[in-house]
């Protein structure tokens, strides 16, 4: 029986682009593949849209860049060990839709995309790659964004939306039985910025003098600034700590070099909140078993979850 033959602890993750799973999940990820749990990431686009941050490379055209970027994430995941990385429904079945900032200075979805964006997908197409997945896989925890997409890029609202559709259906006997017997995973996690220390580090980077959200600050005071702080702390449910992780992390992060660049303020800051001492990857639960009640955010993704389903 193939239930036989996989590891006790399984997890899903479900990210937009390449690069997002090594800055949001690379210590989560690393930790599970070192404690023998079973650990499946998918991605929904090759990210052909990203901002290409390398001068050599500006020339890139998408599907260019797609390519390169698909190297990019391979790397990365050889650094963090990841053997199990698809692409959802095929790689290039999902193109990156993009995105706009507004006037207000949030993220928003742009008039044009190509005709396979990912926004503009079937949902219940997409969710059904995803499906196959889950039934294949069994993972016990699925995480993906909230609902807003951490931050409003289009592709991130829409991997919350596919997720938490094919968790629907992957669980229904009903449902494309063709695809799989059913599977309940038990508890759905969104990753989430870690507020307080996004806080702390930001007062750190102003202090050295970084211009962060330069912009956003000028045009709207500290309050757009603060926005991206993350969610009320109490919400937090569950943190798995950087600090042991930290190297693999910061390598897997810089492996994206068209998108990463150490030198920018941004990931300045970014460095300087990994490095905080209790600094860590943090979940809101979006949906399923809550965490047994304890002191604190739970250290455990899996804690109070049976390895059958059950
Ligand atoms: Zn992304």
Redesign the pocket.
């Known amino acids: 029986m193939l239930d036989d033959m996989l590891p006790d602890r399984r997890l899903l993750l479900v ?3 390449p ?2 799973e090594s800055s949001q999940s690379a210590a989560t990820m690393a930790r599970y593949l070192a404690e023998g749990a079973q650990v499946t990431l998918v991605t929904c686009t090759l ?1 052909e849209l990203g901002e290409i941050l390398v001068p050599d490379w500006a020339h890139y055209s998408p599907r260019e860049l797609g390519e390169h970027r698909q190297a990019e994430i391979a790397e990365a995941m050889a650094i963090v060990g990841v053997t199990d990385h698809v692409f959802l429904g095929g790689a290039g079945r999902y193109h990156d839709s993009g995105m706009v900032t507004t006037p207000d200075g949030r993220a928003g979805v742009p008039d044009d995309m190509p005709a396979n964006a990912f926004w503009r997908a079937d949902l219940l197409e997409a969710a059904d790659h995803l499906v196959e997945v889950i039934r294949t896989r069994r993972p016990q925890v699925a995480v993906t964004y909230d609902p807003h997409g951490n931050y409003g ?1 289009p ?2 609202i829409q991997a919350h939306r596919v997720l938490m559709y094919a968790v629907q259906l992957a669980a229904t006997p009903s449902h494309r039985p063709d695809l799989g017997a059913p599977w309940q995973v038990q508890r759905v996690l969104w990753n989430t910025h870690n507020t307080s220390r996004w806080a702390e580090a930001y007062a750190i980077a102003r202090e050295r003098g970084l211009q962060l959200w330069e912009e956003a600050d000028h045009d709207h005071g500290d309050d757009s600034a603060g926005r991206m702080f993350g969610p009320d702390p109490d919400q937090i449910v569950a943190v798995v700590e950087l600090q042991p992780y930290l190297d693999i992390c910061r390598r897997a992060l810089f492996t994206h070099r068209s998108q990463v660049n150490a030198e920018d303020p941004f990931w300045q800051f970014f460095s300087i909140m990994q490095e905080l001492p209790g600094s860590g990857e943090a979940y809101l639960l979006g949906a399923g078993q809550p965490f047994p009640a304890g002191d604190g955010p739970a250290t455990d993704l899996f804690e109070g979850l049976t390895p059958d389903g059950r």
Do not use: L
Request: charged fraction near 35%.
């Open positions: 990210h937009a682009h690069d997002d990210g890029h592709d991130h």
